[in-house]
Structure formats: structure tokens, C-alpha cells
């Protein structure tokens, strides 16, 4: 009778760790799908500066971001100094809002590759790279109660702009400019972009 009694205990005790870990999944998921569907675009701060370990928090989830084998071409510059926030806002007609914003990141990538056998070739991939970390950045931002939004700086004008601004040189470009803040308005909601129409079975 005890040993029975112990199985049951044993396969209840099993049930229930697979009961939980079940659960530990379902959470997990639905977590992750609720954070994607709730990304939003947000352009108005408070004052509230973002603490460093929230900004290590974005580039670590940045540099998380997949990149063609695995070349990581990505680089980051953070702005927190109010001046360079406002002299950007002056000059970038679509982030004005870097003037209310107390931190930007400008998501940058190597447009060139060197080769094992020390040729060197346009990084084709570059901008998809960047443009994974960027995405990785903004559903971070969103995960830890930020606003971000993407703002564009990889066409010809608003590329000088910053790499004039920020001092890069080279053969690294800017793909981005991301102002950061704390929502002025938290209770802001995201857009529906859920559309069927846009879905095509196997082919066009």
C-alpha cells in the first residue's frame, strides 16, 4: 500500500511540474505576442532621463538581433547630451522630437566587408542587419515601459546630416536615428496593422 501510495504521489507530483512548465510556456508566449502587437511609435517624452542599465538593457536586445552569417556589422551611438539632441532636432525635419527626447540611439552598420583573404566587398546585407537590431531595440523599448520611435537616416541628405553631426567617417553608415524617452502619454495605443488581404498562399 505505501509503495502505491508513493507512485501516485510521484505521478501527481510529475503532473503537476508539467502542468507548471506548461503554463511557464503559455506565459512566455503570450507575453513575447503581446509585446509585439503592442509596439507602438511614441513621440512625446516626459523629462525623465533613461537610466543606464535601460539603455544597456536596448543594445543588448539589439545586438540579439539575427545578421547575415553572423557578421554583426551593427554599431550604436547613444546620445544623452542635450545639446547634440537639440542640434539634430534643428537639422532632422522628421525627429523633431528629439528636442523633448532625453536619450536617441543612432543604429549604424559597416558597408564593407573584408574577406579572409583580405579582399574587400560591399556589405550588401547591411541595411537588413541594422534594420533587425533597430526592431529588436523598439520591442525592447516597449518591454520596459519606453517610447521609441524609428526615424529614417539612411538616404543620401538625412545620412550627411548625421554623419556630419556625430562625426562618422568611413565606410559606416547610419540607417537610423531613435529618440527614446518615458511615454507622455502612457495609456497611448498601438495601431491595428493586421490585414488579410496583404497574406498570398504559395504564390503572388
Sequence with gaps: MKRISLIL???AMTAASCCNNSDSKTDKREAVLE??????????????PVSDADIETLLRA???????????????IVINDRDSLDAL???????????????AIVVC???????????VVENIFWEHDASAATE???????AIGLGAVWTAASDPERSAIVCEALGITGTVKPLCVIPIGHPA???EQPKDKWKPEKIHWNRW
Excluded at 529588436?136 to 516597449?142: D, P, Q, Y
Design 185 to 187: 502619454n502612457p495609456d
Design 136 to 142: 529588436n531595440l523598439l520591442l525592447a523599448a516597449e
Design 9 to 11: 504521489l510521484l505521478l
Design 35 to 48: 509585446n509585439i502587437a503592442g509596439r507602438k511609435s511614441v513621440r512625446a517624452y516626459t523629462d525623465e
Design 62 to 76: 539589439a545586438m540579439a538581433a539575427p545578421s547575415a552569417m553572423n557578421r554583426q556589422p551593427w554599431e550604436f
Design 109 to 119: 552598420a559597416e558597408t564593407m566587408l573584408t574577406l579572409r583573404d583580405g579582399t
Design 89 to 103: 532636432a534643428g537639422k532632422l525635419r522628421h525627429a523633431r522630437m528629439l528636442s523633448q527626447a532625453p536619450l
